[in-house]
Nanobody, 120 residues
Framework: QVQLVESGGGAVQTGGSLSLSCTAS????????MGWYRQAPGKQRELVAT???????NYADSVKGRFTLSRDNAKNMVSLQMNSLKPDDTAVYYC??????????????WGKGTLVNVSS
């Protein structure tokens, strides 16, 4: 079993920056892909970014050039640096993981989520 615990998040003004971190515990060796999803109020959950165990990243078009995802396999941690934040980035951000890569980016492991609130 894998547990994912997020930290970071909070409130920031438009144009500001925040960093989210996620630490994995449990059967770490089973996690091939990690990343973040988000869900804004009244909207469907959407993929933000993913990273494989060898560092290959994938970003949603809406965050490309603004967000950077990194992974520290030794620490079982991923970090999401978010710059130039916009009100549309306001959402609950979920750390996610999967034992294998899937073309639809579906995930098996989910954290409880952390709120990011960007004010105009």
């Amino acid at each position: 079993q894998v547990q994912l615990v997020e930290s970071g998040g909070g409130a920031v003004q438009t144009g500001g920056s925040l960093s989210l971190s996620c630490t994995a515990s449990g059967s770490i060796s089973s996690i091939a892909v990690m990343g973040w999803y988000r869900q804004a109020p009244g909207k469907q959950r959407e993929l933000v970014a993913t990273i494989t165990s060898n560092g290959i990243t994938n970003y949603a078009d809406s965050v490309k050039g603004r967000f950077t995802l990194s992974r520290d396999n030794a620490k079982n941690m991923v970090s999401l640096q978010m710059n130039s934040l916009k009100p549309d980035d306001t959402a609950v951000y979920y750390c996610v993981g999967s034992p294998k890569y899937r073309v639809d980016y579906s995930m098996d492991y989910w954290g409880k989520g952390t709120l990011v609130n960007v004010s105009s």
